[in-house]
């Protein structure tokens, strides 16, 4: 339930007071059978895939679980807040050559290292980018958000071009190569590709479980009043500027940390992962599984990289156009996303089961 | 991918005997003002629609590619350079009716959405024309009529990109025209300012913004035939292209014709200049001046908000 964003609920501080307030026992019980079991079996059944699953699958899984992040990481922004960006591949590619240019360049091994450090540094380039994007972003819905788009896909354009350009630090154009497994996550513990699934499952759960925390508290009901209706939210003496700003550096961290996981997964990052393809393809991945849920990018990110990988077993040179198709698809018929049809679907389910 | 494409208009076109300072300046500055009206040309349709409508085509980068191989097919097939044009600006003015009949026409308003669906068209157009043509680069033959060079003392310029630059002053005469002096002209403004008090006049503005579309996507088909000499056409140069659009556009100005021309001849001279003063940041000197431009001046430098 409260997963979903619904326009014009919660638009004020008492509202959310109460949301939050309102027997925690009864509202977990209520919420267990349609939401928290599907979930727990979902996340039991990913870690007993590989026992059970060839490697490669093991492998796609993988990618799969980083996507997601990245795809819920950005619906902070899009699904959340409201604020479309064009851009968010930069803070994903940012996150992944942070964490490459310090194993290969800096000699820092230690993966919880490399990964707070991503995380932070991240987080700082989006403290620095938002403050310039959200000058020309305006205020309330009727304001059109084309140049904070623009602005946001320069950013990534021209972080790509900056990564093409520093070759000493970065590789150039043909990328950063020779990231290995992560080291030092436990000591004597050896990461390779089989325990990097469960290393990737393990942060990969936690960013979410920080991100729904986060979209779910006070602050996460103040982006959707301001979703909602920005104007009434300042009048409610909201400083709806800070939420947003807030919002766009959470969403680039988070996003940062979806990069680092990347960057150990392909051990190379090339200028591409920051510039306008990458961010195509996770724009996909949250309008497939629908931006007003909070899992539905999780279920974009499973079909997106499912049918990507399907798509270069059986016809790799038409994925842009399997992609194409996709997104027209999914914006003329279904702008939903399937995420609102799986949960829709699902609810049906359960009430006939109960009653 | 994009950075063969930038490098194009200066690779080695213009032949500059001995020549010092002042020639490399002065060769400099022509090739920046003929790569600026490719740009103008290149940017005209989409500010047209985007301007005009508020519609945005992304998928404006992949139109032009698509007129450059539709003209490059009938070209070397008829061998006629004129009807290759002809059909280039037909050919994708058609395709381009059909995104707007079939897709854009139900998304007014919803610009994310709008600009993510164009994506995806550009996507697959890409990738159809990779499909059909191959993933090999295509250079455009020069018309016989434009071969060869002008002189200027030690200098030497081609005489075909003079005559891109007639034909980008042409098309702007024509579309300033249009803009100021015509009742399309005047209904086109009038719906930029109110779109139902144009409707409620007993204007059908749906037809005018039909044909509008129609107009932008057939000029992107016809600059990417007239810059196929030039630019050459390889089925990936949608995205540099698209890019370079936007920063036309925006750094001009939405809404004006004259905007779009003083964007054109910014990004074209900085970007020319750019590579050939500072090469080492020649890749982003104009996405430099395009967030500048944003920050300080999110309508462009001449121009309306459009929203």
Known sequence: ?355 | MSAGLLAGPTDGVLVSTPGGRVSTFIITTLNGISYAFILFLLAAGFSLTFGVMGVINLAHGALYVLGAYFGLAIVNSLGSFWAGVVVAAVGVGLVGLGIYFFFLRHLYGKVPEQAVLTIGLGYALANIILWVWGPFAKMGMTPELFVGVVRVGDLAFPIYRLFIVGVGIAVLIVLWWMQDKTRVGAIIRAGMDNKEMTRSLGINYGLVSTAVFLFGAALAGFAGILGAPVLGAFPSMGDALLLLTLMVVVVGGTGYIQGTVLGALIIGLVDTFGKAYIPQAALFTSYVIFIVVLLVRPSGLIGRKVF
């Open chain 1, 1 to 355: 339930m409260a997963t979903q964003v619904k326009p014009g609920v919660f638009t004020g501080k008492l509202f959310a007071r109460r949301a939050v307030a309102t027997a925690p026992a009864e509202r977990s019980a209520r919420a267990f059978l349609p939401t928290i079991l599907p979930v727990i079996v979902i996340g039991v059944l990913i870690l007993l895939l590989p026992t059970f699953v060839p490697s490669y699958i093991q492998s796609l899984v993988t990618k799969m679980m980083i996507f997601a992040l990245f795809g819920v990481s950005m619906n902070i922004l899009w699904g959340f807040a409201g604020i479309p960006t064009f851009g968010h591949a930069a803070f994903f590619g940012f996150g992944g050559y942070c964490a490459g240019i310090l194993i290969v360049h800096g000699g820092v091994g230690n993966f919880w290292i490399n990964l707070v450090l991503a995380f932070l540094l991240t987080g700082l380039l989006a403290a620095g980018l938002g403050i310039p994007a959200f000058r020309v972003y305006g205020v309330g819905a009727s304001d059109n958000p084309i140049y904070f788009l623009l602005v946001t896909l320069a950013f990534g354009e021209l972080l790509s071009r900056v990564a093409i350009s520093a070759r000493s630090l970065t590789g150039g154009s043909t990328g950063l190569a020779g990231i290995p497994y992560p080291q030092g996550v436990l000591p004597g513990l050896h990461i390779n590709s089989h325990s990097f699934y469960f290393l990737t499952f393990v942060i990969v759960v936690v960013c979410l479980f920080l991100i729904y925390r986060l979209v779910n508290s006070h602050y996460g009901y103040a982006l959707r009043g301001i979703h909602d209706n920005e104007r009434r939210m300042q009048a409610l003496g909201y400083n709806t500027w800070l939420y947003k700003y807030t919002s766009y550096i959470v969403a680039g961290a988070f996003g940062g940390v979806a990069g680092v996981l990347f960057a150990y997964f392909g051990g190379v990052m090339v200028p591409g992962n920051m510039g306008m393809a990458m961010t195509d393809i996770v724009f996909l991945i949250v309008i497939l599984g629908s931006a007003s849920i909070y899992l539905g990018p999780i279920v974009g990110a499973i079909v997106v990289v499912g049918v990507e990988y399907l798509a270069s077993l059986y016809v790799p040179d038409r994925w842009p156009l399997i992609m194409g198709a996709i997104i027209v698809f999914v914006i003329m018929v279904i702008p939903q996303g399937i995420g609102v049809l799986l949960l829709t679907g699902w609810r049906r389910l359960v009430r006939h089961g109960a009653s």
